[in-house]
């Protein structure tokens, strides 16, 4: 079973978002350019200087049953749903081992599945409301549910008891990076032959004041309280900080031969990723965005990735006035003039940053977008920022060439961390 | 007012539903809360201290363990309860 540069492709997608309550809903916002940022109605908000979040779209303690439910930290919830939908979109209908194929024969083994699902900073708001609880009525009410719910690992483990994975259940954190450090994580797994299937990505759920109000005294937020709509703005001149966004996306990643050999829908291929750390701030971004070129040189060396095919990138664009600059100024530093025919989404501008789910949700939009072939629209961007010297798609989906092409998503984490993921067309 | 047999079977039996979802009317003396009810040792806390609340009852953590069934826990309520 030992391999090495084994082909890796999707064969499922599922997501949880500020846009819809699965993936097909939340491509047909990112589609139709539309904001999930919405105001902090809760009187908990109301004296903060944020009161704006991009929220889930479908609560999801409507989706699962109460019991469940109420086990779950709110970000393993959202995990959990999307991995069902991926799980159900790949063609598998119940967990590892229990599910077979025509002749009898086991459609995935336990031993041979995997589930790298990753957050930022795991179960938040289970620590704050449980300490609230100890506070409020005593010892003897805390939860005895509180440390599953509250570990980071949480989601990844429960996504790994609804499937049956045995082959390994891992959880990377690198605050923003996560998601997108947990999917390739998981395709190393598959490449060196540790596993056959894996489910992988992000989940977040830090909706509260105490992560609002840390955030925003960092001044990493937009402070846009009266136009919430418009608050996430990247690449625009105004922006003014990122928008607090929450939800999950996660793919199912599954060796070539293996998704070949029980016939499945296959989206696109998975090309590797390239890594690296800036070691120059805990929190600012490099300027010159050397750290992040170094992550695009190392995934050009590390995969057959061609930048002549390149048309599409899912940028990590959180609306923040250094970040989106430093970016595009590190994409032009490797690819030279390849970056004229890149289609840019920062789809940031609809669904808020997700921190650790980002990685997660868009990669699920850049594998939609390569799948269908359209590049989602950049919204509020009205007056481009005159450093970006880059094809941004603005107001509109941009439709993408057709032959072989390939798209590439960045995700960026305060530490420093830079992952850079690609994927082509199968 | 000391809590009947009944009540507290029926007081059992919604904290159940609550916590596992399992229908009220299969919360009966001879179940088992870990093989039959869905209530693992984590939830089992959550019952314990529900039961404690509602039929004003202490149940000392050393206790819980010989609480196996339905019928264990509610003999215990009806012996110790205020």
Redesign the interface.
């Known amino acids: 079973m030992n391999a090495t540069n084994r082909t890796v492709v999707v064969t499922g997608i599922g997501a949880t978002t500020p846009l819809g309550g699965d993936s097909a809903s939340t491509w047909e916002g990112l589609l139709a350019g539309r904001s999930g940022v919405r105001p902090l109605d809760d009187e908990r908000f109301a004296d903060l200087p944020v009161r704006m979040a991009a929220t889930a779209a479908v609560e999801p303690d409507q989706v699962l049953?109460?019991?469940?439910a109420?086990?779950l930290d709110r970000s393993a919830q959202f995990a959990l749903i999307a991995a069902r939908e991926a799980w159900a979109d790949a063609g598998y209908t119940g967990p590892a081992g229990e599910d077979t194929a025509e002749d009898g024969s086991a459609l995935i083994d336990p031993d041979r599945l995997g589930t790298v699902i990753a957050s930022g900073i795991g179960g938040v708001t289970t620590l704050l409301d449980q300490y609230d609880v100890l506070k409020e009525k005593g010892v003897?009410?805390v939860?005895?549910?509180t440390v599953?719910m509250l570990m980071p690992n949480g989601p990844s483990a429960n996504v790994g008891l609804e499937v049956g994975a045995q082959a390994g259940v891992h959880t990377p954190v690198s605050a923003c990076a996560s998601g997108a450090e947990a999917i390739g994580y998981a395709v190393e797994m598959i490449r060196t032959g540790r596993a056959d299937v894996v489910v992988a990505g992000g989940t977040e759920a830090a909706i509260h004041p105490l992560p609002i109000v840390a955030f925003a005294n960092m001044m990493a937020m937009s402070k846009n309280n009266d136009e919430p709509e418009k608050a996430s703005r990247p690449y625009d001149t105004a922006r003014d900080g990122f928008v607090l966004g929450e939800g999950a996306g996660v793919v199912i990643l599954e060796s070539a031969e293996h998704a070949a050999k029980r016939g499945a829908k296959v989206y696109c291929e998975v090309l590797g990723q390239g890594l690296s750390a800036d070691s120059h701030h805990i929190a600012q971004p490099e300027p010159t965005g050397r750290g992040i070129a170094a992550a695009v040189q190392n995934l050009l060396d590390a995969t057959d990735l061609k930048p002549a095919e390149l048309v599409h990138l899912n940028a990590h664009a959180t609306s923040t006035p250094q970040g989106d600059v430093a970016e595009i100024k590190a994409l032009r530093r490797v690819l030279g003039d390849d970056v004229d025919h890149i289609a840019i989404s920062g789809t940031k501008s609809m669904t808020g940053h997700l921190l650790g789910g980002a990685g997660g949700i868009e990669t699920v939009a850049t594998v939609l977008a390569l799948y269908h072939r359209q590049a989602p629209p950049t919204i509020n961007v009205e007056n481009l920022d005159d450093e970006v010297d880059a094809d941004i798609v603005r107001d509109e989906p941009r439709k993408l060439p057709e032959g072989t092409i390939a798209a590439i998503n960045n995700s960026f984490g305060f530490g420093g961390h830079n992952v850079v993921l690609a994927f082509r067309t199968a | 007012m000391a809590a009947t047999q009944e009540e507290i079977v029926a007081g059992l039996a919604e904290i159940v539903n609550?916590?596992?979802?399992i229908p009220v009317e299969d919360v009966q003396l001879d179940k088992s809360f870990t093989d039959d009810l869905?209530v693992d040792s984590?939830?089992m806390?959550?019952v314990v201290?529900a039961a404690?609340e509602r039929f004003d009852v202490k149940i000392p953590d050393d206790d819980v363990k010989n609480l196996k069934t339905v019928g264990d826990a509610t003999k215990y309520i009806l012996e110790h309860q205020g």
């Open positions: 049953p109460r019991p469940v109420r086990k003897r009410r939860s005895p549910h599953p | 609550e916590i596992a979802g869905d984590l939830s806390v959550e201290v404690e």
